[in-house]
């Protein structure tokens, strides 16, 4: 009967392990099946519509988005998986122009959950991203950041640039392809 104590030991950190991974969680990965929606919000669908859509499973917020003196009001519309959490999935925003103004004109993915139709998502490096598809264009400014466009969509990926970092030489104002350091992450994926 010496093993009685190791047994209600064992059984008690198994039974914490189990409670603690039950807790954590769970990452989701949805696959996009083109470049033009996300979880049913689609572009060129009115604004009204996308809310009432996705705002039946997640938690939609309406933010202000920064514009220069002069210019119109630009909301930008975050998901999250519950207004407690704040944990962002995605957000889509109006165009500009009277063809699509009130209409969802751009999707922004914000999480890794969500896999491009090239197999691309949040957190992957440059170094992976060329493995798997080509950049067209790459830009930078200091209200956005450091911007790589897309071959083969409308759209591309935002970096997550430190600019305050000595990326071995790297010069980030003006910016190359064949120059782009291969360790830097993707922030956000817009299509």
């Not at 920064?66 to 930008?76: H, L, Q, R, S, T």
């Not at 790589?148 to 071995?168: A, E, P, R, V």
Request: with cysteine.
């Amino acid at each position: 009967m010496q093993n009685k104590p190791f047994m209600k030991h064992t059984f008690f950190l198994f039974t914490v392990f189990f409670g603690l991974t039950q807790c954590t969680p769970k990452l989701t990965i949805l696959e996009l099946k083109d470049y033009k929606s996300i979880e049913g919000v689609k572009i060129g669908i009115p604004i009204n519509s996308a809310i009432e859509l996705i705002g039946k499973q997640y938690y939609v917020e309406k933010t202000a988005v920064p514009v220069y003196e002069g210019d119109d009001e630009e909301f930008e519309y975050i998901v999250y998986t519950n207004n407690n959490k704040r944990i962002a999935l995605f957000s889509f925003n109006e165009g500009y122009v009277s063809q699509t103004k009130g209409k969802v004109y751009r999707l922004v993915i914000k999480n890794p959950r969500y896999i491009t139709v090239e197999k691309i998502q949040i957190g992957m490096s440059i170094d992976e991203i060329k493995t798997l598809t080509r950049f067209k264009t790459v830009d930078f400014n200091y209200d956005d950041g450091l911007f790589i466009t897309s071959s083969t969509f409308d759209g591309g990926y935002l970096m997550d640039l430190d600019i305050q970092k000595d990326y071995n030489g790297f010069d980030y104002e003006n910016p190359k392809i064949e120059d782009l350091p291969g360790g830097l992450k993707v922030k956000e994926i817009m299509l």
